[in-house]
T-cell receptor, first 115, second 113 residues
């Protein structure tokens, strides 16, 4: 596609349920980032994938959060046993980092509401 | 740890005035510093970036300056217009080239007509 695509756009789930959020990066982009943005807040780093390197998971807030990137393309962020404080917009971004960082393009985000 | 500090958190200016947003970073290996603009309800979009081999970069009404010694970088918007109203985020890459992007907490800029 022309840009970073995330699905679903909106997700309402009950507390305690598991959710999966999907990110389709721009074709050929080696770097993929996940961020969380609570209402009116900043971009909280969650996890970073760069090529075949081990992902940087240092931003994951708890062991309920995990992410994978299959075949160096699509990524899935999984939140287990969701809590109300997990409610936020989850943003994915990708960039081409051949040699050095370049512009990161963001998806439209998934708005997660835990009720 | 990895940290990008951004100030101020809110900024209100009159149309036509200048606006300055400042950021500091902690990793001396950082060499890429982008700025993003996020309008209400939309995704962040890159407006300008600077690399560590230059001290200043301009694009029309927007400029960014970098002081590597002090680990400071700033965004300058001149002749502000109401459509400049948005949240602005600075970022720095950590661990050098191809590093993770860590963002500041954002500055909400309001330009009053």
């Amino acid at each position: 596609g022309a840009g970073v695509s995330q699905s679903p756009s909106n997700k309402v789930t009950e507390k305690g349920k598991d959710v999966e959020l999907r990110c389709d990066p721009i074709s050929g982009h080696t770097a993929l980032y996940w961020y969380r943005q609570s209402l009116g807040q900043g971009l909280e780093f969650l996890i970073y994938f760069q090529g075949n390197s081990a992902p940087d998971k240092s931003g994951l807030p708890s062991d309920r959060f995990s992410a994978e990137r299959t075949g160096g393309s699509v990524s899935t962020l999984t939140i287990q046993r969701t809590q109300q404080e997990d409610s936020a917009v989850y943003l994915c971004a990708s960039s081409s980092t051949t040699g050095t960082n370049t512009e990161a393009f963001f998806g439209q985000g998934t708005r997660l509401t835990v009720v | 740890g990895e940290n990008v500090e951004q100030h101020p958190s809110t900024l209100s200016v009159q149309e036509g005035d200048s606006a300055v947003i400042k950021c500091t970073y902690s990793d001396s290996a950082s060499n890429y510093f982008p700025w993003y603009k996020q309008e209400l309800g939309k995704r962040p979009q890159l407006i300008i970036d600077i690399r560590s081999n230059v001290g200043e970069k301009k694009d029309q009404r927007i400029a960014v300056t970098l002081n590597k010694t002090a680990k400071h970088f700033s965004l300058h918007i001149t002749e502000t217009q109401p459509e400049d109203s948005a949240v602005y985020f600075c970022a720095a890459n950590y661990g050098g080239s191809q590093g993770n992007l860590i963002f500041g907490k954002g500055t909400k800029l309001s330009v009053k007509p």
